[in-house]
């Protein structure tokens, strides 16, 4: 059986910490799209790590973890993170490479950082880890999958069309250092030999362990909201975030996924630009930001602080029903109990409407968040696992957001660590 654990907000909803958790009963883990623009923190008996291109099943020896071929694979990032969990005393993962995924070449990071200095004032806030340029030259067919790296003349070939394309933008355009091919050529066989021993035909692996019945849990990047379709474009990621996209990027048929489940936050936080209706500012937002998280609300891939905010009944509601959820998990609930009242937002006021319907960019931006007050429960929770001893104002607000959201929240994560969860018995 196939489920998804995918984002309904805009990333960081603590995913990492879900899938790790529910690893432990799976045999695969698929990353299906995105790249190294994201990180999952865990923190396991291993001690803390920020994952930006393994599948968080990487922990367990069990586990067979797969890059899908939607996934765009920096091999330097790839093989990097693999050294540093042997160094930390995690046994050698299992894992495989789609010989379909394409590569970030070192390109795509340049370019990412010299078009946001390009835009000056107007930029996306891109982490500049080059996935825009990579999923733009990939759609625009001048990618390069992994396999393609093992065949030298067709290599040449396309890098030299590549350094043509590029090298002219680069000195009509961004006025930079042009690409030399050799260099070029150079580092990408020494990128060959450093993926070689991973990559795969994951395709026909997976369809094996569909037949046999195996568990597999698809790990999406990122959240609803920075989906490229559906999300605030053009605030968006340049991948496809909903748990639909896992079947392609993970080569599976769509009918394979039983179960979506939907992380969200007990509030909002969002990196890069866009609009962000119930975004808090001063010092409410400093407070939130600081007590985020697990140590704070900071970016796991640049440190960056991560815009924070109440949390958005609208939102969420369109960003679980978009991928499809058939559960919801709520984290981070031990952060909000310095609250004396908490606010939910249920619907949009646009001036000439009230909506509760998520709308699109443009109407979007001059969105004002109605807000409904729940009292605070005014204790810490962290670490307590059993639902029914939660304070009667957790239970009221993981409720009402049940409700809101039109999704059963099963779980509800009380902390960053892999134990720190209360699983509700609704018998
Ligand atoms: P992901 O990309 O969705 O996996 O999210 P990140 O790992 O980037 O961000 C989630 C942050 O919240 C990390 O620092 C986690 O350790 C932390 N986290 C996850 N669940 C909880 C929780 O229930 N409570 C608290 N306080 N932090 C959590």
């Not at 748990?243 to 392609?248: E, K, S, T």
């Not at 109440?310 to 029903?321: H, L, N, Q, S």
């Not at 239970?395 to 994560?413: A, D, F, R, T, W």
Request: aromatic residues 10%; negative net charge.
């Amino acid at each position: 059986m196939v489920k998804a654990i995918v984002g309904a907000n805009w990333g960081d909803e603590g995913k990492g910490k879900i899938t790790d958790m529910l690893s432990e009963n799976s045999d695969m883990v698929i990353r299906f799209q995105g790249g190294a623009n994201a990180g999952h923190t865990i923190i396991n008996g291993y001690g803390k790590f920020a994952l930006h291109s393994l599948p968080s099943g990487v922990f367990y020896p069990h586990i067979t973890n797969i890059i899908g071929n939607g996934v765009a694979l920096n091999i330097r990032t790839f093989t990097e993170e693999i050294n540093a969990l042997k160094e930390r005393g995690v046994p050698a993962p299992d894992i495989l490479v789609s010989e379909r995924a394409q590569i970030v070449m070192p390109y795509h990071i340049l370019f990412d950082a010299y078009e946001e200095e390009r835009l000056g004032g107007n930029a996306f806030g891109s982490t500049k880890s080059g996935i825009a340029p990579f999923y733009s030259d990939k759609f625009a067919k001048i990618g390069f999958q992994v396999n393609e790296l093992f065949d030298d003349e067709l290599l040449k070939s396309r890098l030299l069309n590549v350094c043509t394309i590029k090298n002219t933008l680069l000195e009509h355009l961004y006025h930079k250092p042009l690409l030399d091919l050799d260099e070029l050529y150079s580092e990408m066989i020494e990128q060959r030999e450093l993926i070689a021993p991973y990559v795969g035909n994951t395709a026909e692996l997976v369809h094996r362990a569909l037949s046999e019945g195996k568990e597999i849990l698809l790990e999406g990047q990122l959240g609803t909201l920075k989906d490229t379709d559906f999300g605030i474009y053009p605030y968006v990621t340049s991948s496809n975030t909903i748990a639909g996209y896992g079947a392609v990027g993970a080569g599976i048929p769509p009918t394979a996924i039983e179960g979506v489940i939907a992380v969200t936050k007990a509030y909002s936080s969002a990196v890069g630009g866009g609009a962000f209706v119930t975004e808090m500012f001063g010092d409410e937002a400093e407070t939130l930001r600081r007590l985020g998280g697990d140590k704070g609300e900071y970016g796991a891939t640049t440190g960056r602080p991560r815009r924070v905010g109440w949390f958005d009944g609208v939102a969420t509601a369109y960003g679980c029903r978009m991928q499809g959820a058939t559960e919801a998990v709520l984290t981070a609930v031990d952060v909000l109990g310095y609250m004396d009242e908490i606010k939910i937002c249920v619907a949009y006021d646009l001036g000439d409407e009230v909506t509760k319907e998520f709308p699109v960019s443009s109407k979007l931006s001059r969105a004002k968040p109605v807000y409904h007050t729940l009292p605070g429960w005014k204790c810490d929770v962290r670490g307590v696992t059993d639902y029914n001893s939660f304070p009667p104002q957790l239970k009221q607000y993981v409720e009402y957001i049940e409700k809101l959201i039109g999704v059963p929240i099963n779980m509800i994560s009380t902390g960053p660590k892999r134990e720190d969860i209360a699983i509700r018995d609704r018998a």
